[in-house]
């Protein structure tokens, strides 16, 4: 149902952009959510956005360089990431869940998953 896409290899201060593409969209409000798991670390969560809220949250280790926004034409959720640096290096995955939570606990519907390495 999610799948995400854009993830590569980049070099330190460049950006990608990773899109969160869902198939079909469930009832009522909810959000869009990106997380990140760094070998030998815990999943931490990185960015949230309401689909149709629009309201936005960020984890201080990535606020003013990621940008999370909805793109309604590709039924997406899209991470913009600039001014990558090595310690963005991790496994990104995209979740929906109905009410906001940073807990990759509280969701069950994800994507795979996409790498993103950024090189020094």
């Known amino acids: 149902q999610l799948e995400e896409t854009g993830g590569g290899l980049a070099q330190v201060g460049e950006s990608l952009r990773l899109s969160c593409i869902a198939s079909g969209r469930p009832f009522g409000a909810y959000f869009m959510s990106w997380f990140r798991q760094a070998p030998g670390k815990e999943r931490e969560f990185v960015a949230s956005?309401?689909?149709?809220?629009?309201?936005?949250y960020y984890a201080d280790s990535v606020k003013g360089r990621f940008t999370i926004s909805i793109n309604n034409a590709k039924n997406s959720a899209d991470l913009q990431m600039d001014s990558l640096k090595p310690e963005d290096t991790a496994i990104y995955s995209c979740?929906?869940?109905?009410?906001?939570?940073?807990?990759?606990?509280?969701?069950?519907?994800w994507g795979q998953g996409t790498q993103v390495t950024v090189a020094s």
């Open positions: 956005i309401g689909w149709y809220s629009g309201y936005t």
């Open positions: 979740a929906r869940i109905q009410y906001y939570s940073e807990d990759p606990a509280a969701y069950n519907t």
